[in-house]
């Protein structure tokens, strides 16, 4: 006489086989209708994506949109402007004062009321006017730009300043 245990389909090897397979083509089923959703949803997004419209590139923030005409190594930052000291190369002549108007990890923008016509490649030393205990970092001039009575230089370190220094510029 027979078990009743015995008599019951789960102590065949082969109704296990039937269980984990079925386990198996039914997760490999879900994970191929959701990577399926996916495409779908990224298929969707891309087609909301207008690649013929105009980005105003005053009002773009590239840290949101990405910039198009920006060949940087790395992102820009604007910011409150940081009222500057801006000196010759060995800070011997009198300083004109200035304002930090964006910053990256390797440069400074610069806005000069007066006496901004530097040549690129100059370098120039820079440091907060409101710190008088700041070190004078030095930049260059790597392009300049008139816009009325304002001149505005687009500098970058000579050598990389420390982080607390870069800090004070914005």
């Known amino acids: 006489m027979q078990t009743l245990i015995d008599e019951m389909p789960f102590s065949s090897p082969l109704f296990w086989i039937v269980l984990v397979a079925g386990a198996l083509g039914s997760g490999a089923l879900f994970q191929m209708l959701r990577n399926r ?4 949803r990224l298929r969707r997004a891309e087609a909301e ?4 419209a105009v980005v105003d590139a005053r009002s773009s923030d590239p840290y949101m949109h990405g910039s198009f005409s920006d060949r940087r190594s790395s992102p820009r930052r604007r ?7 801006i000196a010759d190369a060995d800070a011997s002549v009198h300083p004109v004062r200035g304002w930090v108007v ?7 923008g610069l806005e000069l009321e007066e006496e901004g016509e530097v040549d690129v490649g100059t370098i120039l ?3 907060p006017s409101n710190d008088v205990s700041a070190f004078w970092v030095r930049v260059e001039v790597r392009n300049r730009q008139q816009a009325g009575s304002i001149w505005r230089l687009g500098c970058k370190y000579v050598r990389l300043p420390s982080t607390d220094a870069r800090l004070k510029f914005g």
């Open 49 to 52: 994506v207008d690649l013929g």
């Open 79 to 85: 910011g409150s402007p940081v009222s500057v000291l």
């Open 37 to 40: 959703a996916a495409l779908e």
């Open 125 to 127: 030393s820079v440091r």
């Open 102 to 108: 964006d910053r990256s990890a390797h440069g400074l």
